[in-house]
Structure formats: structure tokens, C-alpha cells
DNA sequence: CGGCATCCGTTCGCGTTCCGTAAGACTTGG
DNA sequence: CCAAGTCTTACGGAACGCGAACGGATGCCG
């Protein structure tokens, strides 16, 4: 019955405590709440508006994490991203457009270690902050590859296998797959993983629908009848780890 | 990329009984309705009618979360929203005309968590309550295991269970279930069940007669004599632990 | 530069499931 | 035997999930 896969993290909130966040946004008022809400949380903020700021201040205040607008007057989000992996390796946790799958893309290959959509909730952005920090923290151990009746997800080299062979994921379903995954045996409504996976705060729930029907064209032995990815009604879907699965956690 | 929040405490809903919710809305009718839906839910609610009314009570009884109307004589509600984020965290659920994209961007970026269109159906509200509250806490923290007499209940799976066979219950008679098997030997009233099952502060009694009667017809060995879900004449229905009880008197 | 393939988010119609209510039969207690 | 309470059944509507298809955006390759 036991969830997490990986040992459960020794790293409390606590130790999160007077870490220091750089947040980069040229908007103010997005700057102003994104601050004073991790400032609640106990982080010690800096803001700056633009990318040449952001690598200044870097440079000079050494952050533990930075919280990256991907719309910059100057030198674009991304970018910035790239150059502070040249030479350094604080998490950044970027901001995106809705709906540009791009952004998210060349957020991930540039280095960035999570995404958030804008509008975003500053609570869920306080969440993913810790949960970075505290991941970044803890082990420095890239990522643990999820192994499970039979399938195999890698989340650094991000391919999948189900019996060695190879499952041609795309980049949502990889992620939706990993969440899954990771969570097994527990439900999760659209709105969960829409929040979780996506990174949006609102949006089509459809979308989540979508997603789950082709990823069970991909992962499921007849995918009319789910087996694995299975949906509970009016509630969410929930990867099922009943029965017939011959697992090794 | 992944979202894995890994905190160790169970939360279950009974966690949230006894928190502080401030309800601030102009008009009595639906501050009224909203209080006493919040109330039925266990919250403890306190109610104001404008915006500094509210500023002034967050800052004296520091409430869990707030439910904020954006329409507010004085301050409106984006600007009360903002004004609380300068020096404070608590969750804000703003409630916003019906519609309105802007709104719903402008009160996340003023620092709401989450929001509700009006006109809004009160148990959609306890839930946005509970569900905003939750995650503040800690995420997707598995609910512990209901066993008993050879049902076993999984909330966060949303798995059923006796003696191994899966039970197929559809949503509502989980959430019935589940509440009579956490306070079992206790007898409800049509009412009680209604109220704190449904979410529900009126309505038709025998939508609860019924649902018992599914309900029984799954988990009884017996659905026409009953031993388990069994009825107290005159006052309601109870979970019975031990099989020959009938302590009418 | 232009065509092709891929992926993603959205939309719409259809079939299914579930829920609440009504109405009548039955049981209980006085 | 009566009245109030409870059980049973049936039904219509609403909510929900699913499948298929479309348009747009992007990247790739000729």
C-alpha cells in the first residue's frame, strides 16, 4: 500500500527557512505578490525586472533558487536560464505563457527544474519552490528512474519502456505517465493533474481527457477496456497496481 | 518537470474541522447561506460586509482562509486581496461575477488562491474550502486506510474492498460508506447524513432512504434483513461492529 | 522556402452511468 | 386498526466520460 517509491524526504520546511530566492519579473505587481508570499513562507526575496539584473544579482547574491519569468524586457527567460547553467547549477523555477508548449520545452532543455503557468496560484508557487529546494537539497541524485510492472520510465533521459521496448511517449504524456507513476493507486481529479502536470491554476478539463485516452492507446494491453490507467467515476483516473500486476516496486 | 510534494502527515478531513474561515460579502443572503454551509462542514465562520471590516477581522481572529466577494462596498475585493497579501499568507477564495476572464486572472494575480463564479452552489464552495485548505497544508497526502470487519476502504484510491473482492460503489455510496464506517455504532439522522454527507442543508430526506437501500444491497449478506447498516425506528441509521445487536430496548 | 509530420488543445455528438424524486407497498408501535 | 415511518421499485433527467475529428502551431526535411 505504500506510495512513494522513493524513501520519503528527511527534509522539513524548517530547513527551508531563510533560504534565499531571486524573483525575476518585470511586472511589479506579479513580482510584489510572487515576494511577500515566499517571504511568508520564510525566504529571504530579492527581486530584480530584468534578465541582465537576474544574472547580475545571481552573480553577486548567490541564490538558493530563482523564480524566472520567461517574458523579459532584455534577454528572454530562457535564455537567461542557459547562461546560469554555464557556470552554476541553482534550480530556476520558470514562469510561462498558458498554453505555449514551447516555453515548456525549451524551459526543460534549457535547465529549468519545474515550470509554473501564468496566472498561477502564489500558493502553488510557494509549494513548488519548497518541493524544488527541498529535492535540490536532499540528495543530489538526478532523478530515480521509476520501474513498474514491466514499465520503465527514465525522467533524465525521459524515454519509456515497457518490456525493454521502447514507448514512443510524447512530452505531456511522458509527464502525466511520470505523475502517475509515481502516485500509484491513488486518484487524482482532472483538476489535479491539471494543476500538477500541466502547471496551469485553470483550463479545460477536457484537455486532461484527451491526454489520458491517447496515453492509454499507448500503455494499455486493450485500451477499450482499461486495465491499468483506470478512470473512477465523477471522481479522476487512478494508475491501478491491482491484481494481475506482477510488480516489483 | 515533476511535482512530488512527499510530506509525511496524513490529512484527512477531519483535520480541517475546527479551522477559522471569514466569510466577506455585502449581501446577508449569501454570506448567511455560505456560513451556514461552511459551519454544517465543521469550519468555525466568521462573517463581515465590507472590505474593511474584513481587513480589520483577518488581522484581529487570523483566520485559516477567507472567502472574499469581489464586489465590496469600500475596498473592493482585489484591492482587500492584495492589502492582505503585504503582510499575510492566508488563503483567499475569491468570489467573482459570473464570467468574467479578467476577473478570475486579476484576483489570482492579486494573490487569490483560488476562485468561484457567482452565482456559486454552496457545497461547490465547502469543497473549494476544503480542497484550498488541504493543499496549503500539504498535497496529495494519502488518507489513512479504513479497515473493519473484513471491509477495507482506501479514501485516496477510492478502492472498496471485502475479504478482497473488490465492492463496485459508486461515488456517493463511498462517501456514505466511508462516514459510517469512520463513526461506527453511531446512529444519524436522515438529516445528519444529508447534511454532513451531502453537504446538503435542505432536501428531499428519502434521497438518503435510498442510497442506504444501495448501499446495504452491496455490503449486506443479507440486503432484506440487514445486520450491518441497520435502522434505528424513529431516529435514522447506525454502522453496527458486532452482528446480533439490536439494542432497541 | 515550402510541404509534411507531429503534437497539442479544443469541440461536438453519442452512449452510459448515476442520482434524486415520486409513488405505492410494507412494517412498526401505539 | 391506524398513523407514522420505512422500504422498494421505477423513471426521467442530468452529469459524465469517451471517441472522433479539426485547426493551429511547431519542427523537420527536402
Not at 539584473?53 to 524586457?73: H, K, S, T
Request: hydrophobic share 40%; proline share 6%.
Amino acid at each position: 500500500m505504500n506510495v512513494s517509491p522513493a524513501a520519503p524526504s528527511p527534509i522539513g520546511n524548517e530547513d527551508l527557512v531563510g533560504r534565499r530566492v531571486l524573483v525575476v519579473d518585470d511586472d511589479p505587481t506579479v513580482a510584489e505578490v510572487a515576494s511577500s508570499y515566499l517571504r511568508s513562507a520564510g525566504f529571504v526575496v530579492d527581486e530584480v525586472g530584468d534578465g541582465f539584473a537576474a544574472l547580475a544579482a545571481a552573480e553577486r547574491i548567490d541564490p538558493d533558487l530563482i523564480v524566472l519569468d520567461r517574458m523579459l524586457p532584455g534577454i528572454d527567460g530562457v535564455e537567461v536560464c542557459r547562461r546560469l547553467r554555464t557556470h552554476s547549477s541553482t534550480p530556476v523555477i520558470l514562469l510561462t505563457a498558458l498554453g505555449s508548449e514551447d516555453d515548456r520545452i525549451a524551459g526543460l532543455e534549457a535547465g529549468a527544474d519545474d515550470y509554473l503557468a501564468k496566472p498561477f496560484s502564489p500558493r502553488e508557487l510557494v509549494l513548488r519552490v519548497q518541493s524544488v529546494l527541498r529535492r535540490s537539497i536532499g540528495e543530489f541524485t538526478p532523478e530515480s528512474v521509476l520501474e513498474y510492472g514491466g514499465f520503465r520510465l527514465d525522467p533524465s533521459a525521459r524515454t519509456a519502456t515497457r518490456d525493454g521496448a521502447e514507448l514512443a511517449l510524447t512530452s505531456r504524456e511522458f509527464d502525466l505517465f511520470e505523475f502517475l507513476l509515481k502516485h500509484r493507486n491513488q486518484v487524482f481529479s482532472r483538476e489535479d493533474l491539471l494543476r500538477t502536470v500541466w502547471g496551469w491554476t485553470y483550463g479545460d478539463l477536457s484537455t486532461v481527457t484527451v491526454h489520458v485516452r491517447r496515453l492509454r492507446e499507448k500503455i494499455e494491453p486493450d485500451p477499450r477496456t482499461p486495465t491499468l490507467l483506470t478512470t473512477v467515476w465523477g471522481v479522476g483516473y487512478r494508475f491501478t497496481t491491482n491484481g494481475d500486476a506482477d510488480a516489483v516496486g
